[in-house]
């Protein structure tokens, strides 16, 4: 009842509905694709110990294995032989070959479609991805009756009670309603792949959305340093207007072109060349500060399966924090914790708090959200140490406001984010000769680190941790004091 199996998989399709382009190369020069770094491995992984866990949700389940046409015919087998669930059933039909992550009959006789998503909702793609599956697997003669979305349920789980950490959706509706394009898609997807040569497509915000195009370093490479990618916030359609013209550098940009008013004085700040910085403003910041003056980082994880009292999936714990104490002397301390084990880091990193964080004293973080979010969360599933943390809370000092308020200059690339900002104000401090270089390349190496068995290997990345971390904390004490010698005060 099946074609033959098809070069076009699902996530080909996929590829093609963001982009053709994208379509093209994967199928006809993959060698050109960016290779996955750490971090998007680890989202893959991720991906996978989720549908691993849906599967236990469902007892009665059989696994096809093998691929192409050995997981066909396996498939077929095990309806033959009345399976009454399947996971990674595979089809083919119409040059298109799938697998469905569960298939189970129901009462009618018939079956369901239930994809497994490691996202917290339904999303738009996600009809297309079981339209997708539904076209083949009826036209391969397989009664499809309902198709379900399972979904990660952020609002209601908290472990350790896991047995509704999955929303079960039904999209049926949505999903009939694009069975019709399929076969239209498909037939447009045939012509551009017998082209010869790949499709001209300009770049835009398709090149991220809905998922990143492991194509983009290549099909971005001219696009200048400053460019109108860097304009604060500038919304796609505008981005889109000015690429259709031509327009990439800010040079190129008419000077009427309709711009918010931050954004036009970043325009102007790379036009002429000139930082905007107002000292007085700076210098009226800086004195709300109080020693000891604490500069103070998280590092956090944020599991899709959370695996600690209280936590719900994809909710923030710290692992790790770095801090950097500089007293009314002068002189400067650093305290740090790193969890290096399997369990909760929680009460450990709460015990060392208690020690390496004064009762008084301005707290300086970047990105004050982030730090008041963990904190306040610590608070509430650790009473104990309610009063300490929310005293902290209260204490935090956002060094990141004078970027976005007071202090803008060209070198930034219209960013405010601490990586942008240091090497414009602190030249000899880099994060580039560090092993870790990111917060969510951190959280990868943690997760690595405390799975480790080679002890070698493990110190290693300890280092790296603490090293990036470290830098985190030393690279605001450094911009702070930049700051004052800017200001005279």
């Given at each position: 009842?099946?074609?033959?199996?098809?070069?076009?998989?699902?996530?080909?399709?996929?590829s093609?509905?963001?982009?053709?382009?994208?379509?093209?190369?994967?199928?006809?020069?993959?060698?050109?694709?960016?290779?996955?770094?750490?971090?998007?491995?680890?989202?893959?992984?991720?991906?996978?110990?989720?549908?691993?866990?849906?599967?236990?949700?469902f007892?009665?389940?059989?696994?096809?294995?093998?691929?192409?046409?050995?997981?066909?015919?396996?498939?077929?087998?095990?309806?033959?032989?009345?399976?009454?669930?399947?996971?990674?059933?595979?089809?083919?039909?119409?040059?298109?070959?799938?697998?469905?992550?569960?298939l189970?009959?129901?009462?009618?006789?018939?079956?369901?479609?239930?994809?497994?998503?490691?996202?917290?909702?339904?999303?738009?793609?996600?009809?297309?991805?079981?339209?997708?599956?539904?076209?083949?697997?009826?036209r391969?003669?397989?009664?499809?009756?309902?198709?379900?979305?399972?979904?990660?349920?952020?609002?209601?789980?908290?472990?350790?009670?896991?047995?509704?950490?999955?929303?079960?959706?039904?999209?049926?509706?949505?999903?009939d309603?694009?069975?019709?394009?399929?076969?239209?898609?498909?037939?447009?997807?045939?012509?551009?792949?017998?082209?010869?040569?790949?499709?001209?497509?300009?770049?835009?915000?398709?090149?991220?959305?809905?998922?990143?195009?492991?194509?983009?370093?290549?099909?971005?490479?001219?696009?200048?340093?400053v460019?109108?990618?860097?304009?604060?916030?500038?919304?796609?359609?505008?981005?889109?207007?000015?690429?259709?013209?031509?327009?990439?550098?800010?040079?190129?940009?008419?000077?009427?072109?309709?711009?918010?008013?931050?954004q036009?004085?970043?325009?102007?700040?790379?036009l002429?060349?000139?930082?905007?910085?107002?000292?007085?403003?700076?210098?009226?910041?800086?004195?709300?500060?109080?020693?000891?003056?604490?500069?103070?980082?998280?590092?956090?994880?944020?599991?899709?399966?959370?695996?600690?009292?209280?936590?719900?999936?994809?909710?923030?714990?710290?692992?790790?924090?770095?801090?950097?104490?500089?007293?009314?002397?002068?002189?400067?301390?650093?305290?740090?914790?790193?969890?290096?084990?399997?369990?909760?880091?929680?009460?450990?990193?709460?015990?060392?708090?208690?020690?390496?964080?004064?009762?008084?004293?301005?707290?300086?973080?970047?990105?004050?959200?982030?730090?008041?979010?963990?904190?306040?969360?610590?608070?509430?599933?650790?009473?104990?140490?309610?009063?300490?943390?929310?005293?902290?809370?209260?204490?935090?000092?956002?060094?990141?406001?004078?970027?976005?308020?007071?202090?803008?200059?060209?070198?930034?690339?219209?960013?405010?984010?601490?990586?942008?900002?240091?090497?414009?104000?602190?030249?000899?401090?880099s994060?580039?000769?560090?092993?870790?270089?990111?917060?969510?390349?951190?959280?990868?190496?943690?997760?690595?680190?405390?799975?480790?068995?080679?002890?070698?290997?493990?110190?290693?990345?300890?280092?790296?941790?603490?090293?990036?971390?470290?830098?985190?904390?030393?690279?605001?004490?450094?911009?702070?004091?930049?700051?004052?010698?800017?200001?005279?005060?």
């Open positions: 009842i099946q074609s033959m199996v098809a070069p076009l998989t699902k996530s080909h399709f996929m093609g509905l963001q982009c053709h382009k994208q379509l093209w190369l994967e199928v006809n020069e993959p060698h050109r694709a960016t290779a996955l770094t750490p971090v998007q491995q680890r989202i893959i992984d991720q991906g996978e110990e989720v549908g691993e866990f849906a599967r236990r949700q007892p009665e389940g059989q696994l096809i294995k093998g691929s192409g046409i050995v997981a066909i015919q396996a498939t077929q087998n095990a309806i033959a032989a009345g399976a009454s669930c399947l996971f990674e059933a595979a089809f083919s039909f119409d040059g298109l070959f799938v697998r469905c992550d569960i189970r009959k129901i009462a009618s006789g018939s079956w369901e479609l239930i994809e497994v998503k490691s996202s917290s909702k339904v999303k738009d793609e996600h009809h297309w991805d079981i339209a997708i599956q539904k076209y083949v697997l009826t391969a003669g397989l009664s499809v009756d309902a198709t379900r979305l399972m979904h990660v349920n952020t609002k209601t789980c908290f472990f350790p009670n896991l047995s509704n950490l999955f929303e079960i959706v039904d999209i049926t509706a949505e999903v309603r694009l069975l019709p394009e399929i076969s239209n898609k498909l037939r447009q997807f045939e012509e551009i792949l017998a082209e010869n040569l790949e499709p001209t497509l300009a770049i835009g915000k398709h090149c991220n959305n809905p998922n990143p195009c492991p194509f983009t370093t290549d099909c971005w490479k001219d696009i200048p340093d460019s109108i990618f860097t304009i604060p916030r500038l919304d796609w359609k505008k981005k889109e207007t000015l690429i259709s013209q031509g327009i990439l550098a800010i040079a190129d940009l008419a000077s009427d072109f309709s711009l918010t008013a931050n036009r004085a970043y325009v102007d700040g790379v002429s060349d000139s930082p905007y910085i107002d000292t007085d403003a700076i210098a009226a910041s800086l004195a709300e500060l109080t020693y000891p003056i604490h500069f103070f980082d998280f590092e956090a994880q944020n599991p899709a399966i959370p695996r600690f009292d209280g936590l719900k999936p994809y909710e923030q714990f710290p692992f790790q924090y770095s801090c950097h104490v500089l007293h009314d002397d002068g002189s400067i301390e650093h305290r740090e914790f790193l969890h290096t084990d399997r369990s909760d880091p929680r009460p450990a990193l709460l015990a060392a708090l208690a020690i390496d964080i004064a009762s008084t004293g301005s707290v300086i973080v970047y990105h004050q959200s982030f730090e008041a979010t963990l904190l306040r969360r610590l608070a509430q599933n650790f009473p104990e140490h309610a009063e300490h943390l929310e005293a902290i809370a209260s204490r935090l000092w956002d060094l990141e406001d004078i970027f976005k308020q007071h202090y803008k200059h060209p070198a930034f690339r219209g960013s405010t984010s601490i990586k942008n900002v240091l090497p414009t104000l602190v030249p000899t401090l994060y580039k000769a560090l092993a870790v270089q990111r917060g969510d390349h951190a959280q990868t190496v943690w997760e690595e680190m405390i799975n480790c068995a080679d002890q070698a290997k493990k110190e290693q990345a300890i280092a790296d941790l603490k090293d990036y971390c470290h830098l985190d904390t030393l690279a605001m004490v450094e911009i702070y004091q930049a700051l004052l010698k800017l200001t005279d005060f």
